[in-house]
């Protein structure tokens, strides 16, 4: 029979340890994956509003439910939109659209921000609002080409004259980077973003 004291210590540490497992959701990798920054005529919203976007992918084997993260045009500011629904989840292989159109009375996938075509920043950010999860750094955008990633959730990022909003990115890229324009790019592994979901 084990004596209720270790019991009890065991209790406790379970308890304590509980917060810090990561949850299956999060096996698989978040990434910011293409973005256009001056929609022009690509693609309209549902509000039939030419807006800017961002697209995510999920380059994982499960399912990653991003509701309660947060995506900003300005790192120093990680909690700018949450992603304000109940469950948003993108499966594997997936792609999920957000408007950049500082409209958000037009639904939860409408951001609070805009992107910024001299150039700027994207972040998403966990659902602790400081776990950065993904981001890119990027300079002077031209209308209706997109910046992506070829093939969909590698490191290569290259200008996209045949954008692809939610759908997979095209070989019909512009080209590789241009690596005379101030661009960094930080992603790491969703499984650490950290989160109690």
Not at 28 to 55: C, K, R
Not at 103 to 110: E, R
Request: hydrophobic letters at 35%.
């Amino acid at each position: 029979m084990i004596p209720s004291r270790c019991l009890w210590w065991h209790a406790v540490l379970l308890a304590c340890a509980a917060p810090f497992i990561l949850p299956a959701s999060y096996a698989g990798d978040l990434v910011i994956n293409e973005f256009m920054a001056d929609n022009a005529t690509t693609v309209s919203d549902p509000q039939g509003e030419e807006d800017d976007w961002i697209e995510l992918y999920n380059s994982g084997s499960t399912d990653i439910d991003v509701a309660g993260m947060y995506l900003t045009d300005n790192l120093g500011n990680p909690t700018q939109h949450l992603i304000d629904t109940t469950s948003l989840i993108i499966g594997p292989g997936d792609h999920l659209l957000f408007w950049a159109d500082n409209d958000t009375v037009d639904g939860p996938m409408h951001l609070n921000f805009k992107l910024g075509a001299a150039g700027e920043q994207i972040g998403l950010y966990g659902t602790d609002g400081t776990t950065l999860i993904d981001s890119i750094t990027f300079g002077q955008q031209l209308p209706d080409i997109s910046y992506g990633r070829y093939p969909d959730g590698s490191n290569d990022w290259r200008s996209m004259n045949i954008p692809t909003p939610g759908d997979v990115n095209n070989i019909g890229a512009a080209g590789p980077v241009d690596v005379s324009e101030p661009i960094s790019i930080r992603s790491v592994p969703c499984g650490s973003a950290g989160s109690s979901r």
